[in-house]
């Protein structure tokens, strides 16, 4: 509970004594159905240890969720507060995978007793109960198709309360906004519930037919052909980040003086995303694509990359194509979506004097225009052959500067607005062992020097072109130019970021 935001522990709190509350008439009033109650508790207790003790030793994929259709079964079949209690067990016992473990065991409990009691409720109100058959009414025959009616509201009100809780923990646990905190989570959890939900009625009607108990047993075999389903679904997408981290490895050995920008560039994309309120799906595509912009780098010859000297013109066109490579290495990945456009326009810039299109303002696709901003902050801010890394706050500044020229000021503020509340933690720091920032210039070589710390002043007299971020070597021209491109020739796309754009101008990338 510690490590919890005072609002999220009186949240959570909340939720315990609320489904204390639900449960305590099952517990304190006579007539509870207790061998039902222990039947179903026990069978969905042992559905959740399944997951985390799998009898034959395979490991169980992760995001598997929790057996509803179990808990929905006791919401058709027993009354709201004993629903609630058999929710219990299993989910105190389900699978957690962050921490605090038991805070969120506790949670878990909580939030599902408050949802079965709340669905069962719904069922209630409308007649469930005599539309599936009494208990002591033996043999007879449920009220066909009237009973999936008060099912079906009781699936999407348990659907709706647990989506409620989730979005409030979101809010108060990671301080999210509160338009963010519920979008997507609804949209993503009712057809799920709606099948567990539809299980639980087959479960239900079997225990109340004459074959009774072992009839509803069978319903198990549905369930599990359905979680192993989703468990293909989970393996997909390891399989997918198995294939997007093989890139990115990829391009990390072959330019190492970039390692962890992908990442860093991917967490500051999704920041981006996620302050500007787009989908849960959406802006997972966003991360990817900032994971993956520099891909295209795989077809630059690696003597370019490492080039420890000034590009020609020659060299520096080659680079300029990293965008149009990385977007024909990932054309037939399906998955990427949207992020193979951003991969293709990352370096295109609002008033058009990017590449390779040239195109300006709303032509550029969004999450190119996300990857831009996210791209060239993580390119002030990380240590690189050439520079330092500048402060946050220094670079956020250079990005305000160059909003509506070279960025969208629209990304600029959403990544400015979520620094200020978040902070920036990136999560790789594997460039932190680049030891190559030499410490003095040779005297007899002031052409070629490499820059000892950023300067923070606008760019001296040069070729005009576009404005870009002050504080880094201009590659338009002169002894400051020369020396970035001599000293880290591979860095085409944090530098131009870094440069705003004017290494484009002049001819050059590095």
């Given at each position: 509970m510690r490590v919890l935001p005072p609002g999220a522990r009186a949240y959570i709190l909340c939720a315990v004594l609320g489904a204390l509350a639900c449960v305590l008439p099952a517990l304190l009033r006579p007539g509870t159905p207790w061998a039902a109650v222990a039947t179903l508790g026990g069978l969905y207790l042992a559905c959740e240890l399944v997951k985390v003790c799998p009898p034959f030793g395979e490991r169980v994929p992760e995001g598997i969720g929790s057996f509803?259709?179990?808990v929905l079964a006791a919401v058709l079949l027993l009354p709201p507060s004993a629903a609630a209690l058999v929710a219990v067990p299993g989910a105190l016992a389900g699978t957690v995978v962050q921490r605090p473990a038991l805070v969120r065991r506790v949670w878990h409990g909580a939030q599902q007793a408050l949802a079965a009691w709340a669905a069962g409720h719904a069922h209630g109100l409308l007649g469930g109960p005599a539309a599936l058959g009494g208990p002591g009414e033996p043999?007879?025959?449920?009220?066909f198709p009237y009973v999936m009616l008060p099912a079906a509201v009781a699936a999407v009100v348990f659907c709706l309360v647990l989506t409620a809780l989730d979005g409030g923990v979101l809010a108060t646990a990671e301080r999210r906004p509160a338009a963010t905190a519920w979008r997507g989570l609804l949209t993503r959890s009712l057809g799920p519930h709606c099948v567990h939900g539809l299980a639980g009625l087959m479960m239900a009607v079997m225990w109340r037919s004459p074959y009774g108990l072992p009839a509803a047993l069978l319903v198990l075999l549905p369930m599990y052909i359905s979680c192993w389903v989703f468990a293909q679904y989970h393996r997909e997408r390891a399989a997918h980040r198995a294939t997007i981290r093989a890139l990115v490895q990829a391009v990390d050995i072959k330019d190492r003086y970039t390692r962890g920008h992908s990442e860093r560039v991917g967490q500051a994309s999704a920041m981006i995303a996620r302050e500007l309120g787009m989908a849960e799906d959406r802006l997972e595509v966003v991360r990817i694509a900032g994971i993956l912009h520099d891909v295209g780098k795989l077809g630059v010859p690696t003597r370019i990359?490492?080039?420890d000297g000034?590009?020609?013109?020659?060299?520096?066109?080659?680079?300029?194509l990293h965008p149009e490579y990385g977007h024909e290495m990932v054309r037939g990945i399906g998955f990427l979506g949207e992020a193979?456009?951003?991969?293709?326009h990352h370096h295109e810039r609002v008033d058009g004097s990017g590449y390779p299109y040239g195109l300006t303002g709303e032509q550029i696709p969004v999450l190119a225009r996300v990857v831009a901003v996210?791209?060239?902050?993580?390119?002030?801010?990380?240590?690189?052959?050439?520079?330092?890394?500048?402060p946050v706050p220094t670079a956020l500044g250079e990005l305000e500067r160059c909003a509506g020229a070279q960025f969208d000021p629209d990304m600029v503020g959403a990544l400015v607005r979520a620094i200020g509340r978040h902070g920036w933690c990136p999560v790789v720091t594997s460039d932190d062992d680049l030891q190559v920032i030499p410490q003095a210039?040779?005297?007899?070589?002031?052409?070629?020097?490499?820059?000892?710390?950023?300067?923070?002043?606008?760019?001296?007299?040069?070729?005009?072109?576009?404005?870009g971020l002050s504080g880094l070597p201009a590659q338009g021209g002169g002894a400051r130019a020369h020396t970035n491109i001599h000293t880290h020739a591979h860095t085409d796309a944090e530098a131009d970021a870094e440069t705003g754009g004017a290494a484009s101008a002049a001819g050059g990338t590095g």
């Open positions: 509803f259709p179990v043999g007879r025959v449920a009220d990359l490492r080039k000034p590009l020609t013109p020659e060299e520096r066109r080659i680079i300029e193979r456009a951003a991969i293709l996210a791209d060239a902050f993580d390119a002030m801010t990380s240590t690189r052959s050439y520079s330092r890394a500048r210039a040779p005297a007899s070589a002031p052409a070629s020097a490499p820059v000892p710390a950023p300067d923070p002043t606008p760019e001296p007299a040069g070729p005009p072109g576009p404005p």
